[in-house]
C-alpha cells in the first residue's frame, strides 16, 4: 500500500485527480485511502513516526494514535469518486472508479462478505490486490454496500461536520451515502409494493425532489438548475402531474437531454453519454422510481419514535433543518441495465443512553432496472427489485 498523501487535488466534475510527489496511479491512492477509513480512525503501523510506534509498544497496544483532522478529510474526500454499480449475481455490492490518468479501480464484496479490489493501471495492467482481514474489515465499513447485521449499522462523522442546516444536511448525506448499512428486511406490511397502489406518490415525489436533492447519472453531478430542466422534459409540471406518454416511450427528447448536458458539470465525453443516457426509456423509470419515498418504510418502522423525537428537537431548538434530504446515484452498465442507489437522510435522536444526540438516519435503496423496462407502474413493480439498507450516523463521539 501506497503511504498517506498530504496533497491532492479532484475538481469538482471527478474528472481528474492530481498527486503532489507521488508517482503512484489514482486508482492505488483512492483504495488506501478507503482501507484507512473506518468507525475510529486508528493509524496503521506504517503510518505511525517512531515515537507513536514505541508507545504503541510500551503500552501494550492499547494505545492507539489516530490520523489528524485533516488526513482523515484527505481520505474522505478522495472516496467521493467511488461510485456503486451493478455487482454481479454473486456479490453483495460493486463499487468503481475511472480516472484522469488511465487508471481504474474496482471493489467487489461477495455475498460471504470477502472483499476484492481489482486496479488497473494507465497502462491497462491488471493487478488484484491481496488485502489482509483488518483491511477487508475496513473496507466493509467505509463502502456503499448493505450487509447482514443485527442492528442497524452505527456511523461518526468527520470532526467537521455539523447539523445545522439545510447544506449541512446535504453534506452530512453525502458523507454517508459512501458507507455501509444494514440491511433491511421486509414483510407484507412494509413492503413498499404492497396494497392496492404501489408507487401512487412516484411522480409526486420526482416533482418535490427534482431541484432539491443531489442527483448523480454516470458520474456526473447534475445540478439544481439541470435538474429543474430534467423535472420539465419528464412533462412534470406539479405535484398532480403524470409522465409524459412520449417520455415514457421514446425517453426524454434529444434536445431536452442536450440541454439538461450542458448546464452540468463534465468533459465532453461524460455530457454525452449523459445524452445517450437519458434518451432511452429506461432513464425516466430508473430516475422516477428513485424519488419515491415509500421505499423508506422498512427502515422507518424500525425507528420512528426516535425519527418523531428529533423532530421535535429541531422545532424546539429552531434548527433550520429539513426533515429530510435525497442522494442518488444512478448508472448505466455496458449490457445496458442501470444501477440504482437512492439515499434519504432523515433527522433521528440517538438511543436513550446518548440523551440530546441528534444525528441522521440513511435509508438506502438499491436495486437494477433491466434494460428496456418503461416508467409504468405494473411493470416496474413486477420487474424491480429493492434492497433496502440503513445506517445512524452522530457526530459526537459513540
Not at 491512492?29 to 477509513?37: F, G, H, K, M, Q
Not at 406490511?189 to 404492497?194: I, W
Not at 422545532?315 to 434519504?344: F, K, M, W
Amino acid at each position: 500500500m501506497i503511504s498517506v498523501v498530504e496533497s491532492f487535488i479532484i475538481n469538482e466534475i471527478g474528472e481528474s485527480l492530481m498527486i503532489n510527489g507521488l508517482n503512484n496511479n489514482s486508482a492505488s491512492l483512492v483504495l488506501d485511502a478507503a482501507i484507512r477509513i473506518n468507525s475510529d480512525f486508528k493509524k496503521q503501523w506504517n503510518d505511525m513516526s517512531c515515537a507513536e510506534k514505541l508507545l504503541k509498544v510500551l503500552s501494550f497496544g492499547l494505545w492507539n494514535p489516530t490520523y489528524t483532522r485533516s488526513e482523515r478529510q484527505t481520505f474522505q474526500e478522495l472516496l467521493t469518486v467511488l461510485e456503486p454499480v451493478s455487482p454481479a449475481p454473486n456479490e453483495l455490492g460493486r463499487i468503481y472508479a475511472n480516472f484522469a490518468d488511465g487508471s481504474s479501480l474496482r471493489i467487489s464484496v461477495t455475498n460471504s462478505e470477502l472483499v476484492e479490489a481489482e486496479i488497473r493501471t494507465p497502462d491497462n495492467e491488471k493487478i488484484l490486490m491481496l488485502l489482509e482481514s483488518n483491511e477487508q474489515n475496513r473496507l466493509l465499513q467505509s463502502l456503499p454496500i448493505n450487509l447482514h447485521m443485527p442492528y442497524i449499522q452505527v456511523h461518526r462523522a468527520l470532526s467537521k461536520m455539523d447539523l445545522t442546516d439545510h447544506k449541512s444536511m446535504h453534506n452530512l448525506l453525502s458523507f454517508t451515502s459512501k458507507l455501509s448499512a444494514t440491511l433491511i428486511p421486509h414483510n407484507t406490511q412494509t413492503d413498499p409494493f404492497s396494497g392496492p397502489t404501489p408507487f401512487s406518490s412516484m411522480f409526486m415525489d420526482t416533482f418535490r425532489g427534482l431541484g432539491n436533492a443531489k442527483l448523480s447519472l454516470n458520474g456526473v453531478d447534475i445540478p439544481v438548475d439541470a435538474q429543474k430542466l430534467l423535472r420539465d422534459a419528464l412533462g412534470l409540471k406539479d405535484t398532480h402531474s403524470s409522465l409524459a406518454r412520449n417520455v415514457i416511450n421514446n425517453g426524454i427528447s434529444r434536445h431536452h437531454a442536450e440541454q439538461i448536458a450542458r448546464e452540468s458539470s463534465g468533459s465532453d465525453k461524460q455530457k454525452a453519454e449523459v445524452v445517450e443516457f437519458l434518451c432511452h426509456p429506461e432513464a425516466a423509470t430508473a430516475i422516477c422510481s428513485a424519488f419515491y419515498q415509500s421505499f423508506n418504510v422498512p427502515a422507518l418502522m424500525l425507528t420512528h419514535t426516535r425519527i418523531s423525537q428529533a423532530r421535535e428537537y429541531n422545532v424546539e431548538r429552531s434548527l433550520d433543518v429539513p426533515n429530510a434530504c435525497i442522494n442518488i446515484s444512478i448508472s448505466q452498465s455496458p449490457d445496458g441495465s442501470i444501477h440504482v442507489a437512492s439515499h434519504t437522510g432523515i433527522l433521528i435522536m440517538a438511543p436513550e443512553d446518548r440523551p440530546n444526540e441528534l444525528g441522521m438516519l440513511t435509508n438506502r435503496t438499491s436495486y437494477e432496472v433491466p434494460q428496456g423496462v418503461k416508467c409504468e407502474i405494473d411493470e416496474m413493480v413486477r420487474t424491480l427489485q429493492p434492497r433496502y439498507g440503513a445506517s445512524e450516523t452522530y457526530l459526537k463521539n459513540i
